[in-house]
Antibody
Framework: QVQLVESGGGVVQPGRSLRLSCAAY????????MHWVRQAPGKGLEWVAD????????YYADSVQGRFTISRDISKNTLHLQMNSLRTEDTAVYYC?????????????WGQGTLVTVSS | QSALTQPASVSGSPGQSITISCTGT?????????VSWYQHHPGKAPKLIIY???NRPSGVSNRFSGSKSGSTASLTISGLQAEDEADYYC???????????FGTGTKVTVL
């Protein structure tokens, strides 16, 4: 049974860093591209970043380019999102999602999310 | 890249059919058959219910169906049930700025 469990969210001051984790169960991360998607309070979903199944390619939304880094630890079957230079507008629930083998544009399984609050 | 436009809310009585629209541009919805729909009960994991405009993943009820005309995609829920009350989001592959764009979201209420 496929399951994704996010962790690492919390309250952080602007300019500080935070690392999110997404533990994957029921499948092997090295076989699938993976995404991070976020939802700011009262807003819709926003794609943040993704990583290829082999970890060699990463892509980012313009809003986080240069500040966020997506990576994975295959030994722990866990996806990460390192978030640096955080801004108040990064406040959101962050979801990890698996990309379907038929296409990266199909987010076929999601976690329940972890809340990140950036506030002084 | 702007978010795809969805109605903020749609409601219907049990057993009725409702349709949610998702309007984009020729750079996203209108340019590719890569539209997906997600059901999200707040506090839970979003769930894929339609992909590539019309396809249903295994295990998803056939009461959910998708279609597209030009730059507008639609999700129809037939035989509305109480459990269908949730937020629904469309998404599309996009060729400008960001590769994936989501809709603004629609809250479905079962009266």
């Amino acid at each position: 049974q496929v399951q994704l469990v996010e962790s690492g969210g919390g309250v952080v001051q602007p300019g500080r860093s935070l690392r999110l984790s997404c533990a994957a169960y029921g499948f092997t991360l090295s076989n699938y591209p993976m995404h991070w998607v976020r939802q700011a309070p009262g807003k819709g979903l926003e794609w943040v970043a993704d990583i290829s199944h082999d970890g060699l390619n990463q892509y980012y939304a313009d809003s986080v380019q240069g500040r966020f880094t997506i990576s994975r630890d295959i030994s722990k079957n866990t996806l990460h999102l390192q978030m640096n230079s955080l801004r108040t507008e990064d406040t959101a629930v962050y979801y990890c999602a698996r990309a379907n083998p038929s296409g990266w544009h199909i987010f076929d399984f999601w976690g329940q999310g972890t809340l990140v609050t950036v506030s002084s | 890249q702007s978010a795809l436009t969805q109605p903020a809310s749609v409601s219907g009585s049990p057993g009725q059919s409702i349709t949610i629209s998702c309007t984009g541009t020729t750079s996203d919805v209108g340019g590719y058959n890569y539209v997906s729909w997600y059901q999200h009960h707040p506090g839970k994991a979003p769930k894929l219910i339609i992909y590539d405009v019309t396809n249903r993943p295994s295990g998803v009820s056939n009461r959910f169906s998708g279609s597209k005309s030009g730059s507008t995609a639609s999700l129809t829920i037939s035989g509305l049930q109480a459990e269908d009350e949730a937020d629904y989001y469309c998404s599309s592959y996009a060729s400008i700025s960001t590769p994936y764009v989501f809709g603004t979201g629609t809250k479905v209420t079962v009266l």
